[in-house]
Nanobody, 112 residues
Framework: QVQVVESGGGLVQAGGSLRLSCVASGIAVSRIVMAWYRQAPGKEREFVAQILISGRTNYEDSVKGRFAVYRDEATNTWYLRMDDLKPEDTGVYYC??????WGQGTQVTVSS
């Protein structure tokens, strides 16, 4: 059974950084596509970043150059490195594995 657990959210000032983790069990991170989504209060969940099996990455335009998605096969974990955070990055961040499995989410709050 494939399971994922996210962590790493928190409260940070604008301009700060956070690293989110999504630990996988039951599947190797190099063998399945994974994406990060976020949901701000009162808004729909939106795509943030994706890493394909090939290692190719894709990003939503507003996070390009500030966020980086990558994986560590040794720890079987996906990461989302977030730099230069802005208040509009605030929301609950979810990892999505194989387009169907969702994590429980982790809260990111960026204060101005």
């Amino acid at each position: 059974q494939v399971q994922v657990v996210e962590s790493g959210g928190g409260l940070v000032q604008a301009g700060g950084s956070l690293r989110l983790s999504c630990v996988a069990s039951g599947i190797a991170v190099s063998r399945i596509v994974m994406a990060w989504y976020r949901q701000a209060p009162g808004k729909e969940r939106e795509f943030v970043a994706q890493i394909l099996i090939s290692g190719r990455t894709n990003y939503e335009d507003s996070v390009k150059g500030r966020f980086a998605v990558y994986r560590d096969e040794a720890t079987n974990t996906w990461y989302l490195r977030m730099d230069d955070l802005k208040p509009e990055d605030t929301g609950v961040y979810y990892c999505n594995v194989g387009t169907v499995l969702w994590g429980q989410g982790t809260q990111v709050t960026v204060s101005s």
